[in-house]
């Protein structure tokens, strides 16, 4: 008999196209391109230097070609670790940031939506199982 692992994930998670943006502020030290996105979180690559992601900054999603920003979202971070590099020849340490979201409004889930429904890749949406058709049938 096989083991089960539980998945941890509640929601769908989907790949943000290329130019997504993941802002940490006050600082605004942590940019970083988002991996994938789901209504409870998210995941995304940066640059390593003195500070790291904690409760007491709030995230920014931001994409310029749809002209989305969603400011002021609450999180919590699940893990921050280091990429490992395929060349000994860089100098640069980029890292993972995976992060929940917490006490969401209204509004800003209703705008997260639009985020995964025009920001994410299709393709993702049908590796998910999630019908892609008119925005109004997906489900989330």
């Known amino acids: 008999m ?7 994930r509640r929601d769908h998670r989907f790949k943000a196209k290329e130019g997504a943006v993941a802002v940490l502020k006050p600082e ?11 209504l409870g979180g998210l995941s995304f690559h940066y640059m390593q230097n003195d500070i790291r992601p904690n409760e007491n900054s709030q995230l920014t999603i931001f994409y310029a070609s749809e002209r989305f920003n ?8 699940v893990s921050d670790t280091v ?8 100098s640069i ?3 993972r940031c995976s992060v929940i979201f917490t006490h969401l409004t209204d509004h800003q889930t209703s ?3 639009y985020f995964i429904r025009q ?11 999630v ?3 008119a925005a109004t049938a997906m489900s989330f």
């Open 28 to 38: 605004s030290k942590i940019l970083g391109q988002i991996i994938d996105i789901s």
């Open 119 to 129: 920001c994410t890749l299709p393709q993702s949406w049908l590796e998910q199982g």
């Open 2 to 8: 096989f083991n089960e692992v539980p998945e941890a």
């Open 93 to 95: 340490i980029m890292r």
């Open 131 to 133: 019908y892609c058709g």
């Open 83 to 90: 990429i490992e590099s395929g060349s000994c020849f860089s």
């Open 111 to 113: 705008k997260l939506e």
């Open 70 to 77: 969603l400011d002021g979202l609450a999180f919590k971070v």
